[in-house]
């Protein structure tokens, strides 16, 4: 049988350190299903489609790499999709807290699940879609950080929305 792994996300946007961990994880997995958490009550920068536009376009170069995106239960969403392991990408110790809960929580809801933890390359291990949204919003150069197609986005969208550089809030999440 196929080793199947979610790698679920919000993906707002894809940034190197999640393409680092597709890499990885295909190390271990006969297939990776990259999938966007679809939640209409949270706010993000880029609507579901571009999203799925920029996953789609940094991870063509992958072989066994799918992309789609899900609502509800993740563990529902992954039995769905006949996987059987949950793929996550660790980088510090503030991510721990947040996993292990998840983590154990997605284990309690159904027991045939794991959840896998890669760590993140060390180049990687300070890096987030917040902290590059944050940093391109002021003016940071964030080059090297996020696929070129995903930087050229960032760019425009900041570009696009001069009151949205200005204020510094609130569709930064
Ligand atoms: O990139 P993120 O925002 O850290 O990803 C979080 C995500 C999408 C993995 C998580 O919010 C999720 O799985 N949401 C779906 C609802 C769910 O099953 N939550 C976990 C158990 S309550």
Redesign the pocket.
């Known amino acids: 049988m196929p080793k199947v792994a979610i790698y679920?996300?919000?993906?707002d946007p894809v940034t190197n350190g999640h393409i680092d961990i597709v890499e990885r994880g295909l190390k271990l997995f006969d297939k990776i299903i990259v999938s966007i958490?679809h939640?209409p009550k949270k706010e993000y920068l880029f609507p579901l489609e571009e999203r799925l536009e920029m996953l789609k376009d940094c991870m063509k170069k992958f072989k066994g790499v799918e992309i789609d995106s899900f609502d509800?239960?993740?563990?529902d969403y992954a039995a769905s999709r006949k996987a059987h392991a949950i793929l996550?990408g660790l980088r510090a110790m503030s991510d721990f807290e947040?996993e292990f809960q998840?983590a154990l929580?997605?284990r309690r809801?159904n027991r045939n699940i794991q959840t896998v933890f890669l760590m993140t390359g060390l180049r990687w291990i300070y890096t987030s879609?917040s902290i590059i949204k944050e940093a391109i919003q002021f003016g940071g150069n964030i080059d090297g950080m996020v696929p070129k197609l995903v930087q050229k986005k960032l760019a425009q969208k900041f570009a696009l929305a001069p009151e949205f550089r200005q204020s510094g809030e609130p569709r930064l999440r």
Do not use: K, T, W
Not at 8 to 11: D, H
Not at 72 to 75: R, S, T
């Open positions: 679920p996300g919000s993906f958490l939640n509800g239960l993740l563990v996550r947040y998840m929580m997605n809801l879609s």
